[in-house]
């Protein structure tokens, strides 16, 4: 079991910057793949970002490419992503996922365990 608790969603102006936090409980963090998946108003769940469970790999939807940087430092259980260039359609909920493939999938449905998410609101 896991339990991951998104941080530091908040409200920006467009051009700003934000990191996310996403805290996750248990001593099996490092054998997680771990992802971004974000939801706005009226749209599905789509991904983001997501990393292996060493954090050499790394896989960005298109549109989130060159602005986004997904980490994670195992020592403190913890994932990040920063968030640069922020644009009003990033507007969102965001989630962090703990897949136990450990690989960094794109697939909503290959992640078990899911965090109950932070707010980002870019203004424009």
């Known amino acids: 079991q896991v339990q991951l608790v998104e941080s530091g969603g908040r409200l920006v102006q467009a051009g700003d910057s934000l990191r996310l936090s996403c805290a996750a409980s248990?001593?099996?963090?490092?054998?997680?793949?771990m992802g971004w998946f974000r939801q706005a108003p009226g749209k599905e769940r789509e991904f983001v970002a997501s990393i292996s469970r060493t954090g050499v790999y790394t896989y960005y939807a298109d549109s989130v490419k060159g602005r986004f940087t997904i980490s994670r430092d195992n020592a403190k259980n913890t994932v990040y992503l920063q968030l640069n260039s922020l644009k009003p359609e990033d507007t969102a909920v965001y989630y962090c996922?703990?897949?136990?493939?450990?690989?960094?999938?794109?697939?909503?449905?290959?992640?078990?365990?899911w965090g109950q998410g932070t707010q980002v609101t870019v203004s424009s």
């Open positions: 996922a703990a897949s136990s493939l450990g690989i960094p999938t794109t697939n909503n449905i290959t992640y078990a365990y």
């Open positions: 248990g001593r099996t963090f490092s054998t997680y793949g």
